[in-house]
């Protein structure tokens, strides 16, 4: 067996039967991603290949830094050819980091290009990948449809004009952008320089006098509303952990209006305002039938100076270490015991807490819908072979991998689409090797095959609603 051939990762003849016949073709869901939805509306033609791979990517950064690469080439204002060359000087560096894998897997799906990124070919494989930029089949609009995209949900703020995904519906190109709606910066009232001026802009965008906390649930209602309309059917939290405190409208209301008048909250008051604004969200989505997705556990922006220096999203952020069972139950029951618990993914960052979240999610599945609390797909610094071996070792021991959405990219970048193929070549072996050590019975392949299916698209399909 060869790098990267047809039978990459795929260990044994049923891995492969059930990888070629069944996940290899189907359709790509993206129900989550950060992919620039003007990018999409104008169809965007990327200059060269540093502007499409390296722009943004803060995972090639990290692995640049560390292998001694001075800033300039990274986020810097080093020449383009220079950006890449620094990267193909780093490539052979991150021999056994996902990195490898999916370096040399974008460079062959969607450009063709087998060839091993190394100093010695970076002047071809950037001039190759280049002038294949510049033709229609490369814009951003002809990869996407080049590498079998169906469905691709943006994240998105409330104030978001929404102006690019309406564009992209009205030119009906064969790929549905849809909007995710993601109101963290509404919940940040620890943050006054961030928290007022934002309450200014959804004024604006709503319409709505923000002057109460009634006031500023209306507001994001109407924004909910207008995502609704445009066919968003998700929303997204980014937090370090569940907040649950117990807490009174009164006590919210108060809390509130401190903060309009610039006053100092304790942190008690902050934990009760974000433990509030969790529940009045979750509950907009509940009534409109759509799903709530919470990625828990990143400790972010832990270099003060690269932060000061670079801003957010940037390569400094890590795995975290956060108090999760106890909130998250408080919050799912708090819900749930009105009967008002939307269809919820958890995405877990630390791999030690895997069984807590495959556990929590069996607590609150009540018959309605398949799957309802989903254990989500390998997040971030975990989203590579080992990390989605142990999300679905564990999501298979404490509750039913046949129900599961499967993957998303979570990504920048419109080169990112093979890590869906690197996640069904993953999933294709498990239960490959399952069956070969007769662990699974040989007899139940037409199962399998269509388990395998449903995991890469048809779950995702019924569950979102789309």
Request: charged fraction near 25%.
């Amino acid at each position: 067996m060869s790098f990267l051939d047809d039978n990459f990762l795929l260990q044994t003849e049923t891995a492969q039967q059930l990888y070629h016949a069944h996940a290899k073709h189907m359709p790509i869901i993206d129900y989550h991603c950060h992919l620039s939805p003007k990018d999409i509306a104008e169809d965007r033609r990327f200059k060269n290949l540093t502007e499409i791979w390296l722009e943004g990517d803060h995972y090639k950064w990290r692995a640049m830094r560390t292998n001694g690469i001075p800033e300039k080439y990274c986020t810097g204002d080093a020449d383009d050819y220079a950006k890449f060359e620094k990267w193909a000087q780093t490539v052979p560096y991150t021999v056994r980091n996902p990195l490898y894998h999916w370096t040399h897997m974008e460079l062959k799906k969607p450009f063709g290009i087998e060839k091993i990124l190394k100093p010695e070919t970076a002047r071809e494989i950037y001039d190759d990948c280049t002038a294949m930029l510049q033709t229609n089949a490369f814009s951003v609009r002809g990869i996407l449809q080049k590498m079998n995209v169906e469905i691709i949900c943006t994240t998105d703020d409330p104030i978001d004009s929404l102006e690019y995904h309406q564009k992209i519906k009205a030119d009906n190109f064969g790929v549905q952008v849809l909007p995710t709606f993601r109101a963290d910066k509404a919940m940040a009232i620890e943050l006054p320089e961030v928290f007022l001026p934002y309450l200014q802009k959804l004024e604006e965008a709503s319409g709505v006098s923000i002057g109460t906390f009634q006031q500023l649930l209306d507001a994001l209602k109407q924004r909910h509303d207008f995502f609704h309309e445009l066919g968003g059917r998700l929303s997204d939290h980014g937090l370090e952990t569940i907040y649950a405190e117990e807490y009174t409208e009164a006590e919210v209301k108060a809390i509130f209006e401190k903060a309009l008048n610039k006053q100092q909250l304790s942190q008690e008051e902050v934990l009760k305002f974000k433990s509030a604004m969790l529940v009045e969200l979750a509950l907009l989505d509940h009534a409109k039938g759509w799903t709530q997705q919470f990625h828990l556990g990143a400790l972010r922006n832990n270099n003060t100076r690269m932060m000061r220096e670079l801003g957010p999203d940037t390569g400094f952020d890590s795995i975290g270490d956060f108090d999760v069972a106890r909130p998250l139950s408080r919050f799912m029951d708090k819900l749930d015991n009105s009967d008002q618990l939307a269809k919820t993914i958890l995405y877990n960052l630390n791999p030690s807490q895997n069984e807590l979240y495959a556990t929590m999610i069996g607590n609150f599945n009540d018959g309605s819908t398949p799957g309802k609390i989903q254990f989500g797909s390998a997040w971030w610094f975990l989203d590579q072979k080992d990390g989605m071996e142990k999300q679905m070792n564990a999501l298979s021991n404490m509750g039913l991998l046949s129900r599961f959405v499967g993957m998303l990219t979570d990504s920048r970048s419109f080169l990112s689409y093979p890590r869906h193929e690197y996640f069904r070549r993953i999933l294709c072996n498990l239960i490959g090797n399952d069956v070969e050590s007769g662990e699974l019975p040989a007899s139940e392949m037409e199962w399998y095959g269509q388990m395998v299916e449903n995991i890469c698209y048809n779950n995702a399909k019924n569950y979102f609603n789309f």
